[in-house]
């Protein structure tokens, strides 16, 4: 079949169509989103035989996010979305040890704060229940960029403790990517979500600490946000 019949025929076709099936093709919209994330590491420590025991730990610390969305809905249960947050990512770890000749125990907290600039490409499955009202969910992968790193570490013995705080960028990898799980639902033009991001990749950097170290990003995101409609 020659060429340019092949396009007129799908000109043709595409002109036929119904104006009610031309008009579901696509739905565009700007959202903003806003909310809370409880951000840990998935961490695996291999020191070999130290002064570590057994009771290290790690733990969630409450961050916030926000950021803006640009939503395409392509035919009637699919839609693809990109966005840029700022997002608050990090965690605790708690880490015992034994110090000095009488060997002391010292608990020590190292509370780590990320900030990253955020993208991600998410392909979303939509059900429209009635006008104005659905479900959503969706997976895909997103590209992170570090903006500021600071750690406080808390250390405590039996007599004292004691508190201090450092920039940690250099020791911490400046791109984070990986997946993300999403799902919730939409009421006219108000949204609220909730998702589940994980890092591919061991953020640290610090040559001195990436052979024993892996932390990896672990961030659960509760949001609300308004779309406006392009169309």
Known sequence: MPKTFKILLVFSLFTYLPSNAKAQLIDMSIGIRGGLTLASYSRDVNFGSTILDESLSS???PRITGGITFNVKMINYFGL????????????VEANTLSGQNLTPVNRDYTTNLDYIQFALIPKFIIDQTPGFGFFGGAGLYAAFLTNAKEEVQASTFQQSLTTGRDI?????????????TGGVQISSFVIEGRYSAGFVNIISDPSLDQNISAKNGVVTFMIGYNFSLL
């Not at 966005?83 to 990090?90: I, R």
């Open 59 to 61: 733990g969630n610390i």
């Open 81 to 92: 979305q990109f966005e840029g947050m700022f997002v608050n990512k990090g965690g605790v």
């Open 169 to 181: 960028s250099n020791s911490i990898k400046g791109t984070d990517f990986g997946f993300l799980v």
